[in-house]
């Protein structure tokens, strides 16, 4: 379920950026930050163009309204569809009556510093929101939530009813998200998104990178093998003309030869 666009207020008394909120701490930066997860997230829903009306952003405030600040809570990430993204950006923030909707996600991780705000007093400020779909992953496995991985779905009542969480033999732990179509896991202490059509994680930055430098090395190797067949031809186109050319100038020499003899036997010697 995802929200429907309404009818946002015109830009031209939207245009003071909201303030930065309290810096991430080293807990979500070292967990949620470093490895890109919204960015590979943002990359996957195709959130990344210009002119896209997908935001995936997150570590700014998320208020109904300007006068809200600064109690607003300022969720890790927030994902929103058919939404002006880039005006969200210029405001530094998400104001719904300004974005003329709530977000369709949004996801908290856990550290020791926010701890039982995350899955109480922001899970009942998110579904006064009307955020469809609540995420909280917590890598210690729940030193920090009460769950390593837990999440809320709106119901038509204006209520979260928690989603199932499913544990795989191997200890992954995931849920699935309507709002996302992925499945949100919990491996390892990582936070991944499942991809079912493709049956595969959406990589994170580091294997982004690995699979760059891969592609590099393939696409290296690829024109040095280019280089050489091309070196290769024309070498050989090289030597095919030598020996051309050389059969032209034995043919040459035949013929003067021939010529000779055609003319001594034509005028013989005295």
């Known amino acids: 379920m995802t929200t429907k666009p309404a009818a946002a207020p015109p830009d ?17 930066f070292t967990h949620f930050v470093l490895p890109g997860v919204a960015i590979t997230l943002a990359q996957h829903l195709d959130a990344l163009r210009l002119d896209s009306p997908t935001l995936v952003g997150g570590n700014g405030y998320l208020c109904r309204a300007r006068d809200e600040l600064p109690s607003c809570p300022y969720p890790d990430m927030l994902v929103a569809f058919n939404v002006a993204s880039r005006r969200a950006e210029a405001r530094n923030g998400y104001v719904i009556e300004e ?11 856990a550290s020791s510093s926010t701890g039982q705000r995350d899955y109480i007093q922001k899970r009942q400020k998110y ?30 009542d204006g209520t979260y009813q928690p989603i199932e969480m499913t544990t795989a033999p191997d200890g992954v732990i995931w849920g699935y998200s309507e709002v996302l179509g992925l499945s949100v896991c919990w491996v390892e202490g990582s936070l991944r998104f499942w991809d079912r059509t493709q049956e595969r994680y959406l990589p994170d930055l580091p294997e982004l990178a690995g699979r760059e430098a891969e592609n590099q090395a393939r696409a290296d190797a690829a024109e040095a093998r280019a280089n050489a067949e091309s070196q290769a031809r024309t070498e050989a186109e090289a030597r095919a003309d030598a020996e051309s050319q ?17 003319r001594r036997e034509k005028d013989p010697p005295d």
């Open 246 to 262: 050389a059969r032209a100038d034995a043919d040459a020499r035949i013929r003067t030869l021939e010529a000779e003899l055609r």
């Open 99 to 109: 974005m003329g909707k709530p977000p369709d996600l949004v996801l908290e991780v």
């Open 12 to 28: 031209s008394w939207l245009s003071q950026r909201l303030p930065d909120p309290p810096k991430y701490d080293m807990e979500q």
């Open 127 to 156: 579904a006064e929101f009307s955020v469809p779909e609540y995420w909280r992953f917590d890598h210690t496995g729940g030193d920090y939530h009460n769950a390593a991985l837990a999440a809320d779905r709106l119901t038509g």
